[in-house]
């Protein structure tokens, strides 16, 4: 797994001025994420899951929702 740019040094074989460019269009954090949430409301119980993909911040989008 690959946490971050300077791991590709550790594979062997990628100069080192290539890696420092890769990092100008390779993302390390995710964005987009799997939610499932249980509600119940007056006894009655369902479970929802839903996608997300986090644009920034402040600005989270829903890609899909569904009750399962």
């Excluded at 839903?50 to 399962?68: E, G, N």
């Amino acid at each position: 797994q690959i946490s971050n740019i300077n791991m590709l040094t550790q594979i062997g074989g990628i100069p080192e001025g290539i890696i420092q460019q890769l990092g100008a269009f390779c993302g390390f954090r995710s964005t987009v994420f799997e939610v499932e949430v249980v509600a119940e409301i007056e006894g009655q119980q369902r479970t929802f899951s839903s996608m997300l993909h986090r644009v920034s911040a402040k600005d989270v989008r829903i890609l899909y929702f569904q009750w399962k």
